[in-house]
């Protein structure tokens, strides 16, 4: 029996980053895509939890099965394992979104969210980005990586818990030379949001920003390896404590303190 791979993204079912992919995995398996009927940028592992959800039957697209639902990336995971899908996913791939994905925008990532939910559910699952947010983007970057590396989780799988977070430099049509482990880049982004005023007079505010980064120099990091033509490749655990003490040197003495005290 072939492979099943459950394809999402966070850009939604129109985007053309996912019709790329998907022709990219047919040749891997059985592929179905469940896709958020609207873009869903920035949701992380937001799920629906006061509105109700469906899930809309689409035409097939080069091969695959095709599905939207009016909810997030997670929520996409969630319903495709629970109702969609009638046996057990191989793969979870998230992509190809338009943009960055690097450093702190991990932690606000729709398509991260929705591998991150993969690897929760115990399946192997990797989110592909091009640092390109223009919707007529060239994908032509990507396809060695993911070729590559979609071949080599079907065969190997991935450990337990453990993503990966793929991100492709905008180089064109041509196909980066090199690819590296890499870590997150420390970073922030400041003047994140604009004020307006609408006609009433009343003040509103829409999400702008500049990205600082905070490690320029460092040839470990995801945003060092972009910024010079590199594929960034940054393993994710989906448990984000750190798990020692040694993070927060006084916090020891504050829990005996706590014990100690009547």
Same mark, same amino acid.
């Given at each position: ?222 945003? &060092? ?24 040197? &006084? ?12």
């Amino acid at each position: 029996m072939k492979p099943l791979i459950l394809v999402t993204n966070d850009d939604s079912y129109l985007a053309a980053g996912v019709h790329r992919l998907i022709e990219r995995l047919v040749k891997f398996g059985d592929v179905v895509a469940v896709c958020p009927q609207h873009p869903q940028s920035g949701q992380s592992m937001a799920i629906t939890v006061n509105d109700p959800l469906r899930i809309t039957r689409l035409p097939d697209f080069a091969g695959a099965k095709m599905y939207h639902v009016n909810g997030s990336p997670v929520d996409c995971v969630k319903l495709s394992h629970h109702f969609i899908l009638d046996r057990p996913v191989d793969l979870v791939v998230s992509g190809i979104n338009h943009g960055s994905n690097s450093a702190v925008n991990l932690l606000y990532s729709g398509t991260m969210g929705a591998a991150m939910e993969g690897a929760v559910l115990g399946i192997p699952s990797i989110g592909f980005s091009l640092t390109d947010h223009s919707l007529e983007a060239d994908f032509t970057p990507c396809y060695k990586a993911i070729d590559l590396l979609v071949g080599m989780a079907l065969e190997h799988g991935m450990p337990k818990d453990v993503t990966l977070n793929v991100n492709v430099p905008n180089i064109g049509d041509k196909t980066p030379a090199e690819m590296r482990i890499c870590e997150p880049c420390r970073g922030r982004w400041n003047d994140e949001y604009k004020e307006y005023i609408d006609p009433s007079g009343r003040k509103f505010y829409m999400l702008t920003g500049t990205y600082e980064n905070l490690d320029p120099n460092n040839e470990l990091t995801d945003e &060092w390896a972009l910024n010079h033509g590199i594929i960034s490749a940054v393993p994710v655990h989906v448990n984000r404590t750190t798990g020692t003490i040694a993070e927060i040197p &006084w916090l020891r003495f504050a829990i005996d303190s706590y014990c100690k005290t009547e």
